[in-house]
Structures are given as structure tokens and as C-alpha cells.
T-cell receptor
Framework: QKEVEQDPGPLSVPEGAIVSLNCTYSNSAFQYFMWYRQYSRKGPELLMYTYSSGNKEDGRFTAQVDKSSKYISLFIRDSQPSDSATYLC???????????FGPGTRLSVLP | ETGVTQTPRHLVMGMTNKKSLKCEQHLGHNAMYWYKQSAKKPLELMFV???????ENNSVPSRFSPECPNSSHLFLHLHTLQPEDSALYLCASSQLQGGEKLFFGSGTQLSVL
């Protein structure tokens, strides 16, 4: 079993749709969870950061962490063509550990 | 200046060349990383430096040689690369014991001919 699994897509949605992106993981020690957005041939950009379980909202983006199910989600409301990118989840247990990334989901928002 | 700066943005090199990638972080972080990203593959961790000391070498071939002269600068020296080494090379930094967030540069797109 891979440490972090993520549906690679591609996922195509119409503009204005609600998008749900998900990752599952196997290591219950993970405490810090991140979502990155990566445009083609660019570096990943930190989008959302969550510590432990719960929800976090930032504008059109909501990150959810369910540690009991080892499942994290990123919701994008009112999706825009500019949201078209690859979304990577990442997580880390603690100081001195390495960040573990999902393979990324490629999202296309069609105008 | 953006948080993590990488140069050059693009690099084309022959298999016998020697070149270096440069990374500088302006975030006051104490850990720096090199990642490799190939097409349709997940990010691969190559090297980690914590407080300028290398703490991770993820079975990377010796044709890749990292250097971290101080906590703000990181280099990746390249020599006798193979075509399969063509990829996006990403530098990142983080503040250990400070929230564990990872910040990336824009990357160097490397093509080996």
C-alpha cells in the first residue's frame, strides 16, 4: 500500500462547479496536512495548511482533515478556469520527518 | 524577492557537461531540500539539509552532488547526466519546529541531450 494515495484524474468540471479533491493515507502519525497547487512547469504553491483534524476555510477553498478515517479533502467552490492545475496533497508527522506527497490530481475547469 | 529563488529556470546540457543549479531562500528557514519531478510521476525527495547538515540522501546517483554552504543557499552540482535525468528540479525550504510548512521555488527545467 502506498503511503499517500490520490486519484490522478484528470478531472474536468464546468466553470462554477464545486470540486472535491481527496487523499487517503496509511500513517496515523501524520499531524500536519497541506494542499499545493502546481501550474504547468512551475513549482508547487502552498494553498492550504491544516494541523490535526478539522476544517479550514480560505475564500473559495476549504480543507478538511479526518484523522480517524485517514482522509483529507480540498473543496473548491465556484471553480474558475484559473483553478486549472495539478493539486498535490502533502503531510508530515513531526519535526525531523520527511514530507510525504500524493501523486497529484490534474484538474481542468472548462469555461 | 520571492521566498525561494531558483536559477536558472531552464537548462539544456549534454551528457558530458558539468553545470550547477542554485537555490536561495529569503524566509529565514533552517532546512532546505532538493526534489525531482518527472512527467507523470510524484515528487521524489533527493536531498535534505537541516541546519546546513545533510540528513537525507535518498539513494541518489553520485552524478548529482549537493552543496549547502549556509542555511540560505543550496546548490546541486550536475555532471555526466543521463537523458532520463531530464526533469523539473525543485528546491524547497521549511522551518523545522515552526509549523512544518514547505515552500518551493519555481524550479529548473532540465533537459539532458
Amino acid at each position: 500500500q502506498k503511503e499517500v494515495e490520490q486519484d490522478p484524474g484528470p478531472l474536468s468540471v464546468p466553470e462554477g462547479a464545486i470540486v472535491s479533491l481527496n487523499c487517503t493515507y496509511s500513517n496515523s502519525a501524520f499531524q500536519y496536512f497541506m494542499w499545493y497547487r502546481q501550474y504547468s512547469r512551475k513549482g508547487p504553491e502552498l494553498l492550504m495548511y491544516t494541523y490535526s483534524s478539522g476544517n479550514k476555510e480560505d475564500g473559495r477553498f476549504t480543507a478538511q482533515v479526518d484523522k480517524s478515517s485517514k482522509y483529507i479533502s480540498l473543496f473548491i467552490r465556484d471553480s474558475q478556469p484559473s483553478d486549472s492545475a495539478t493539486y498535490l496533497c502533502a503531510m508530515i508527522a513531526n519535526y525531523g520527518q520527511n514530507f510525504v506527497f500524493g501523486p497529484g490530481t490534474r484538474l481542468s475547469v472548462l469555461p | 524577492e520571492t521566498g525561494v529563488t531558483q536559477t536558472p529556470r531552464h537548462l539544456v546540457m549534454g551528457m558530458t557537461n558539468k553545470k550547477s543549479l542554485k537555490c536561495e531562500q529569503h524566509l529565514g528557514h533552517n532546512a532546505m531540500y532538493w526534489y525531482k519531478q518527472s512527467a507523470k510521476k510524484p515528487l521524489e525527495l533527493m536531498f535534505v539539509y537541516n541546519f546546513k547538515e545533510q540528513t537525507e540522501n535518498n539513494s541518489v546517483p553520485s552524478r548529482f552532488s549537493p552543496e549547502c554552504p549556509n542555511s540560505s543557499h543550496l546548490f546541486l552540482h550536475l555532471h555526466t547526466l543521463q537523458p532520463e535525468d531530464s526533469a523539473l528540479y525543485l528546491c524547497a525550504s521549511s522551518q523545522l519546529q515552526g509549523g512544518e510548512k514547505l515552500f518551493f521555488g519555481s524550479g529548473t527545467q532540465l533537459s539532458v541531450l
